[in-house]
Protein backbone atom coordinates (compact mmCIF):
# COMPACT_ATOMS: atom_id res chain seq x y z
CA UNK A 1 0.00 0.00 0.00
CA UNK A 2 1.29 3.45 -1.05
CA UNK A 3 -0.88 5.02 1.93
CA UNK A 4 -2.46 8.18 0.06
CA UNK A 5 -5.38 6.06 -1.65
CA UNK A 6 -5.55 2.77 0.60
CA UNK A 7 -4.91 1.36 -3.17
CA UNK A 8 -1.03 -0.71 -4.23
CA UNK A 9 1.86 1.68 -5.12
CA UNK A 10 1.97 3.15 -8.54
CA UNK A 11 4.48 0.40 -10.60
CA UNK A 12 7.69 2.41 -11.79
CA UNK A 13 7.60 0.36 -14.64
CA UNK A 14 4.25 0.68 -15.67
CA UNK A 15 4.62 3.73 -18.70
CA UNK A 16 8.08 1.91 -20.16
CA UNK A 17 6.14 -1.43 -20.76
CA UNK A 18 2.69 -0.94 -21.06
CA UNK A 19 0.49 -1.13 -24.28
CA UNK A 20 -0.35 -4.70 -25.71
CA UNK A 21 2.57 -5.38 -27.87
CA UNK A 22 5.56 -4.45 -25.14
CA UNK A 23 3.34 -6.72 -22.85
CA UNK A 24 3.28 -9.71 -25.56
CA UNK A 25 7.33 -8.80 -26.41
CA UNK A 26 8.18 -9.12 -22.54
CA UNK A 27 5.80 -12.35 -22.48
CA UNK A 28 7.78 -13.77 -25.42
CA UNK A 29 11.30 -13.02 -23.73
CA UNK A 30 10.35 -14.11 -20.36
CA UNK A 31 8.99 -17.61 -22.08
CA UNK A 32 12.45 -18.12 -24.00
CA UNK A 33 14.42 -17.26 -21.25
CA UNK A 34 13.00 -19.13 -18.12
CA UNK A 35 12.82 -22.79 -18.50
CA UNK A 36 8.95 -24.63 -17.79
CA UNK A 37 7.26 -21.34 -17.86
CA UNK A 38 4.74 -19.97 -20.02
CA UNK A 39 3.63 -16.14 -20.04
CA UNK A 40 0.75 -14.42 -21.47
CA UNK A 41 -0.03 -10.68 -21.64
CA UNK A 42 -3.04 -10.45 -19.99
CA UNK A 43 -4.92 -7.04 -19.56
CA UNK A 44 -3.02 -4.61 -17.58
CA UNK A 45 -0.54 -7.22 -16.75
CA UNK A 46 0.93 -10.83 -17.30
CA UNK A 47 -0.42 -14.35 -16.44
CA UNK A 48 2.60 -16.50 -15.69
CA UNK A 49 2.08 -20.45 -15.52
CA UNK A 50 4.43 -23.38 -14.39
CA UNK A 51 5.03 -27.30 -16.05
CA UNK A 52 2.86 -28.49 -12.51
CA UNK A 53 0.04 -26.02 -13.50
CA UNK A 54 0.34 -23.54 -10.82
CA UNK A 55 -0.12 -19.87 -12.35
CA UNK A 56 0.01 -16.90 -11.17
CA UNK A 57 -1.01 -13.06 -12.19
CA UNK A 58 1.30 -10.02 -12.20
CA UNK A 59 0.44 -6.82 -12.77
CA UNK A 60 3.66 -5.49 -12.57
CA UNK A 61 6.87 -5.87 -14.75
CA UNK A 62 8.61 -6.16 -10.91
CA UNK A 63 5.76 -8.88 -9.88
CA UNK A 64 6.20 -10.85 -13.48
CA UNK A 65 10.02 -11.41 -12.60
CA UNK A 66 9.43 -12.41 -9.08
CA UNK A 67 7.00 -14.94 -10.47
CA UNK A 68 9.72 -16.65 -13.26
CA UNK A 69 13.27 -15.88 -12.51
CA UNK A 70 13.89 -19.00 -10.52
CA UNK A 71 13.48 -20.40 -13.59
CA UNK A 72 16.11 -18.41 -15.83
CA UNK A 73 18.66 -20.69 -17.66
CA UNK A 74 21.35 -17.74 -18.87
CA UNK A 75 24.04 -17.86 -15.97
CA UNK A 76 25.32 -14.81 -16.39
CA UNK A 77 25.08 -10.88 -18.38
CA UNK A 78 26.79 -12.22 -21.38
CA UNK A 79 23.83 -15.25 -21.43
CA UNK A 80 21.43 -13.13 -21.19
CA UNK A 81 22.06 -10.46 -23.43
CA UNK A 82 22.76 -13.01 -25.98
CA UNK A 83 19.22 -14.24 -25.86
CA UNK A 84 17.86 -10.72 -25.53
CA UNK A 85 19.00 -9.58 -29.47
CA UNK A 86 17.48 -12.20 -30.41
CA UNK A 87 14.27 -11.06 -29.07
CA UNK A 88 14.78 -7.29 -30.15
CA UNK A 89 14.98 -7.72 -33.72
CA UNK A 90 12.14 -5.69 -35.03
CA UNK A 91 11.59 -3.52 -31.75
CA UNK A 92 13.05 -0.62 -30.98
CA UNK A 93 13.26 3.16 -29.31
CA UNK A 94 10.35 4.11 -31.64
CA UNK A 95 8.60 1.60 -29.38
CA UNK A 96 9.45 3.67 -26.14
CA UNK A 97 5.56 5.21 -25.91
CA UNK A 98 6.64 7.81 -22.83
CA UNK A 99 10.07 8.54 -24.01
CA UNK A 100 9.91 11.61 -21.33
CA UNK A 101 9.25 9.22 -18.33
CA UNK A 102 12.07 8.39 -15.76
CA UNK A 103 11.52 5.56 -13.13
CA UNK A 104 11.79 7.47 -9.41
CA UNK A 105 15.28 8.21 -7.95
CA UNK A 106 16.98 5.93 -5.55
CA UNK A 107 16.47 7.25 -2.06
CA UNK A 108 20.23 6.04 -1.80
CA UNK A 109 21.90 5.69 -4.87
CA UNK A 110 24.49 2.62 -4.58
CA UNK A 111 27.84 2.94 -7.07
CA UNK A 112 26.87 0.64 -8.89
CA UNK A 113 28.80 -1.33 -11.84
CA UNK A 114 26.88 -1.01 -15.50
CA UNK A 115 25.87 -4.47 -16.70
CA UNK A 116 23.65 -3.54 -19.45
CA UNK A 117 23.10 -0.89 -21.83
CA UNK A 118 20.12 0.06 -24.03
CA UNK A 119 21.80 0.91 -27.58
CA UNK A 120 20.57 2.83 -30.07
CA UNK A 121 17.88 0.87 -31.72
CA UNK A 122 17.72 -1.24 -28.68
CA UNK A 123 14.27 -2.11 -26.99
CA UNK A 124 13.99 -0.70 -23.79
CA UNK A 125 11.23 -2.95 -22.09
CA UNK A 126 12.92 -5.68 -22.94
CA UNK A 127 16.20 -4.37 -21.87
CA UNK A 128 14.20 -3.50 -18.46
CA UNK A 129 12.82 -7.07 -18.41
CA UNK A 130 16.09 -8.98 -18.53
CA UNK A 131 17.64 -6.64 -16.24
CA UNK A 132 15.02 -7.39 -13.81
CA UNK A 133 15.73 -10.73 -13.99
CA UNK A 134 19.35 -10.70 -14.36
CA UNK A 135 19.41 -8.81 -10.80
CA UNK A 136 17.02 -11.39 -9.30
CA UNK A 137 18.97 -14.69 -10.92
CA UNK A 138 22.22 -14.21 -10.34
CA UNK A 139 23.77 -10.77 -9.81
CA UNK A 140 22.90 -9.28 -5.74
CA UNK A 141 25.44 -6.62 -6.37
CA UNK A 142 25.10 -2.85 -6.78
CA UNK A 143 24.13 -2.95 -10.66
CA UNK A 144 23.46 -0.47 -13.32
CA UNK A 145 21.53 -0.50 -16.55
CA UNK A 146 21.52 2.74 -18.55
CA UNK A 147 19.59 4.16 -20.98
CA UNK A 148 21.50 7.06 -22.51
CA UNK A 149 19.81 7.38 -25.87
CA UNK A 150 16.20 8.30 -24.86
CA UNK A 151 14.47 11.79 -24.37
CA UNK A 152 15.08 11.88 -20.86
CA UNK A 153 18.27 9.40 -20.27
CA UNK A 154 18.56 7.13 -16.89
CA UNK A 155 20.94 5.24 -14.83
CA UNK A 156 18.24 2.37 -13.18
CA UNK A 157 19.79 0.76 -9.88
CA UNK A 158 19.55 -2.29 -8.35
CA UNK A 159 21.25 -4.06 -4.97
CA UNK A 160 20.48 -7.07 -3.16
CA UNK A 161 18.37 -8.46 -5.88
CA UNK A 162 16.09 -5.27 -6.21
CA UNK A 163 15.30 -2.39 -8.41
CA UNK A 164 15.78 0.93 -6.26
CA UNK A 165 15.57 3.63 -8.51
CA UNK A 166 17.24 5.75 -10.40
CA UNK A 167 20.57 7.51 -10.17
CA UNK A 168 23.07 9.76 -11.72
CA UNK A 169 24.58 8.75 -15.35
Keep these: MCGACGGPPADWAGPLVSGHRRRWAIARFTAAVCTGVRVSPVPQGWLASG ?10 LDRLLDLVARFLVPAGWDELEAALRDHEHGAGHEDDAYSGYRPTPAPCPPAAVTVMSVPPGGALHLRLAAFGLGVRAFDRRAVALDAPGRAAPFRLLAADGRIVGTGPM
Design 51 to 60: STGGAGVAPT
